[in-house]
């Protein structure tokens, strides 16, 4: 402790005013201060004590949610390796192939915006904001596992940039930096995220039988062909074991996908981080799921095609439903900021997530587009929100 | 008794030092100073006595050229040693070296039983040359009230739920009749009501519970239930021209002892609290009292800051610095210049944190713990990141976030309709606690509150 505060100590006049990298000083502050809390104390006017939270702490908090996720996505991307070219793996072996594969891809997220952020950071002269902690874990949980790093490396910095920068950093961004990232990926190189892409194969060939597609392509295929979407489920990959994608190996998540997103149970071990520590809105989390489910029944009760008539609640254990309600739709900047405009907003991404899934067989993937979507109309439904407090002051004053 | 009104939002900062119930032996302060940047609505203090010169308490010893009628005045006898200006000759404090024995301007006395006979105009005069004037405050914009304004109506909160607040039953421990008689002297200057906010949480007093002339209201909750602008939001709030007056239950006395004794009197009882004072407790001194007496002796070897006032709204002052006009309380709490080890990360249960967020752990502790909190900051400034917190612990129907950002971006329309008028820098205070981003929120929103009083 005394030795990394004496080493600070030591290089800090290189980086004040006047020091040789007088520039690099947000940086150099952001490494500092990710050691020490600064010995800043409160000014004489205002408060004179301050609370003991802060932005480090509470960016901690939602990665820390993440961990679950992550972990159970490193070792999926192993098992879905072992079941797919039917070798046996050790769980050890298994988990080691994830690492193998996820790391890289963690590495190369968090080294490319980092980058942008620093260079942002020097150029404003503040140090690194910590937002991107958060949006450098995000990103490579809602990829492929088979994604190339540079696309990775591309859409990090595009994700960042123009997501994100233009719009004054952290705290001004009107689009989910994580989600911007991966809908650039989506439409840029549309044929390195869908398909067959879900599962990591390396070098090895696929036993006989096997198809690489997620729950929703089957869910949308079986829709098009006008057979039960539960009956395709069934039936789909059963060289794999037989009920691969049953309700609750979806719900566990032992099926392939983006690297984080396959475990509903998971999922929800982090939301109810989230929730107990009161980082993450449980109004949006609960609206989101009670949206997509309330559409789904609707939908039964329709039952116009296959797709609507898929049980409701296989739509909140396929795909990413869970991961964007739990960790991209309660992002507080780009969310709803009143707290009924955070029911409305939940709401609304759950049906549109459902809606754009069972009617458009192009976007497989409802949950992205409807957060995105969504991220846009939140300040909207904020205005209403607080012109109604307005109102409410207006009318008074007029009695 | 009137219906309660309960308040669920908020949040009760327990911090170690309460001062103890009783009133301590203590030389006076050989000095007292008058400040007037305690005062907001001053812009052009002048000066009305030179250095050297004798007063007495209640001579005036300055106003303000925009309101000449308010007089600020001696809360003690003797020779003023010092007229100190700073930067750009910017008046900062009158010392007064006080006699022994208080020798006061004499005013003219009223008998109880003529006070219901005393007219509006007089009243007023008598209040603004004898200094107790400026105890009343103007809503919106919390300065002085001009004394041509007649106030829709005015209150009066009797209980303060600021951390280490004084418990104004003690501090005002028989002085019903001075209090009843100043409520009666308000009355004359309202049209409306005179209200007073009680404590349903606590015992309420004689002096309060008895008090004629008055509409009650109860308050139940936390912090901040006893700010009286958060009293008034739920008894009649400020729309835009209103114009409502709010008073101390000190300032009442005060008042009350004028008519009744003919004297500004400024004897006070106040409070030194705070996790680094040894003996905590209560002592009796006049307004504007130099610390060094209180704290000599009675505070810890640690580097400490003394602080006029609470730890949320009060200000910095030196070990030989004076109290402000409008406090009541000292306290004293340790400096934290110390740069703290992955202090942002480790679990902790002795850090106080409204936050449940990956560490914090101090909701566990339940309510009784009392902490020790320095002033360290705790964490950098960020960009402001929307966390929903502002309105959790703001018992008003005000939405916080967005009248800070109305502020910064120079919004009037919006000031307004957030509503500004209804906030005053004590109404804010907790949300600057609170904030994850660590802005300074009461001084934005006096920034909005001068925007618009200029506008």
């Not at chain 1, 609640?313 to 780009?334: K, N, S």
């Not at chain 2, 007089?71 to 010392?95: F, M, N, Q, T």
């Not at chain 2, 004084?166 to 309202?190: A, H, M, P, R």
Request: hydrophobic fraction near 45%; glycine fraction near 8%.
């Amino acid at each position: 402790m005394k030795i990394i505060k004496n080493i600070f100590e030591k290089y800090k006049p290189l980086f004040e005013q006047g020091g040789k990298f007088e520039k690099l000083m947000p940086l150099f502050e952001t490494f500092e201060t990710l050691f020490f809390v600064p010995n800043r104390v409160t000014p004489s006017q205002g408060v004179q004590i301050r609370d003991a939270v802060d932005l480090k702490r509470l960016m901690m908090t939602v990665i820390i949610a993440m961990v679950p996720s992550l972990l159970f996505g490193i070792w999926n991307v192993g098992h879905q390796h072992s079941l797919a070219t039917g070798e046996t793996l050790s769980f050890m072996q298994q988990a080691w192939i994830g690492i193998v594969v996820v790391l890289p891809i963690i590495i190369v997220s968090y080294a490319s915006g980092l980058t942008v952020e620093f260079i942002f950071g020097i150029k404003k002269g503040h140090s690194l904001n910590e937002g991107f902690l958060v949006s450098g874990m995000l990103i490579p949980m809602v990829v492929p596992p088979t994604i190339p790093l540079w696309q990775v490396a591309l859409a990090t910095v595009f994700a960042v940039l123009i997501g994100k920068e233009v719009f004054g950093g952290t705290g001004m961004n009107i689009l989910n930096v994580a989600l911007s990232a991966r809908a650039f990926l989506y439409f840029a190189y549309p044929s390195q995220i869908s398909g067959d892409v879900w599962t990591y194969l390396g070098d090895k060939t696929p036993i006989d039988g096997f198809t690489g597609g997620t729950s929703l392509a089957i869910a949308n295929e079986a829709s098009v062909n006008s057979g039960a979407v539960v009956d395709a489920l069934a039936n789909s990959n059963t060289v794999l074991g037989a009920d691969f994608y049953s309700f609750s190996n979806l719900f566990l998540g032992f099926i392939p996908g983006s690297i984080g997103e396959t475990s509903t149970l998971m999922i929800l071990i982090g939301a109810a981080i989230l929730i107990i520590t009161g980082v993450g809105s449980w109004k949006i989390i609960v609206s989101v799921f009670g949206g997509a489910y309330l559409t789904g029944l609707l939908f039964n009760a329709i039952a116009a095609n296959e797709y609507m008539m898929m049980p409701a609640e296989y739509h909140l254990v396929i795909g990413g439903l869970a991961f964007g309600a739990v960790f991209m739709a309660t992002d507080p900047v780009t969310a709803t900021q009143t707290e009924k405009g955070k029911w409305i907003y939940g709401i609304l991404i759950g049906v549109l997530t459902v809606i754009i899934r069972v009617f458009n067989p192009a976007y497989p993937e409802g949950i992205m587009l409807a957060i995105l979507l969504m991220n846009v109309f939140a300040p909207l439904i904020d205005f209403y929100i607080v012109k109604g407090n307005k109102e409410r002051r207006i009318q008074r004053a007029t009695v | 008794m009137s219906h309660t009104i309960k308040l669920k939002k908020g949040f009760d900062i327990n911090l170690a030092g309460k001062a103890e119930k009783k009133l301590a032996e203590c030389d006076q302060p050989e000095t007292f100073a008058i400040k007037p940047t305690d005062f907001i609505g001053i812009q052009r203090p002048k000066v009305m006595v030179n250095e050297g010169d004798t007063v007495k308490a209640g001579t005036p010893l300055l106003f303000c050229k925009m309101q000449e009628d308010v007089k600020y005045c001696s809360p003690v006898s003797g020779e003023i040693v010092e007229i100190k200006r700073g930067a750009k000759r910017k008046l900062l404090e009158i010392k007064i070296l006080a006699d022994k024995e208080i020798v006061s301007e004499e005013f003219k006395k009223f008998a109880t039983t003529d006070i219901s006979k005393i007219v509006k105009q007089e009243a007023i005069e008598l209040m603004l040359k004898s200094g107790v004037w400026p105890n009343i405050i103007q809503r919106p914009y919390g300065i002085v009230a001009n004394p041509t304004d007649s106030p829709k109506a005015i209150f009066i909160s009797t209980f303060d739920t600021h951390p280490l607040a004084v418990d104004q039953n003690f501090t005002l421990k028989g002085e019903e009749n001075y209090f009843q008689t100043g409520i009666d002297i308000l009355n004359k200057l309202t049209k409306g009501k005179v209200n007073l906010g009680l404590n349903e949480n606590a015992e309420i007093s004689y002096i309060f519970s008895h008090a004629k002339n008055v509409e009650p209201h109860k308050f139940n909750g936390k912090h901040p239930a006893g700010n009286v602008g958060v009293q008034i939001h739920h008894i009649d709030p400020i729309s835009k021209g209103d114009l409502v007056w709010t008073v101390n239950p000190y300032g009442v006395t005060q008042i009350g002892k004028l008519f009744l004794e003919g004297k500004y009197d400024a004897s006070k009882v106040i409070a030194l609290t705070g996790s680094e004072v040894n003996n905590p407790q209560y002592y009796q001194t006049y307004t504007g009292a130099c610390i060094n007496k209180f704290i000599e002796n009675n505070v810890t070897d640690n580097e400490v800051r003394f602080i006029s006032g609470n730890v949320l709204t009060g200000e910095k002052i030196k070990s030989d610095g004076y109290i402000g006009f409008y406090h009541q309380q000292i306290t004293v709490i340790p400096e934290g210049r110390q740069s703290e080890f992955l202090g942002w990360l480790l679990p902790t249960m002795e850090k106080l944190s409204f936050h449940k967020a990956f560490g914090l752990l101090s909701f566990l502790n339940g309510k009784n713990k009392e902490y020790r909190i320095d002033t360290n900051t705790k964490g950098e400034q960020r960009t402001f990141v929307q966390t929903g917190v502002f309105e959790q612990v703001t018992p008003m129907d005000i939405l916080p976030t967005y009248l800070i950002k109305a502020i910064m971006a120079e919004d009037y329309d919006d000031m307004e309709s957030l509503g500004i008028y209804e906030m005053i820098e004590e109404d804010i205070a907790l949300c600057e606690f609170v904030d994850v981003s660590k802005h300074n929120l009461q001084k934005i929103l006096r920034e909005g509150l001068e925007l618009i009083k200029n506008s």
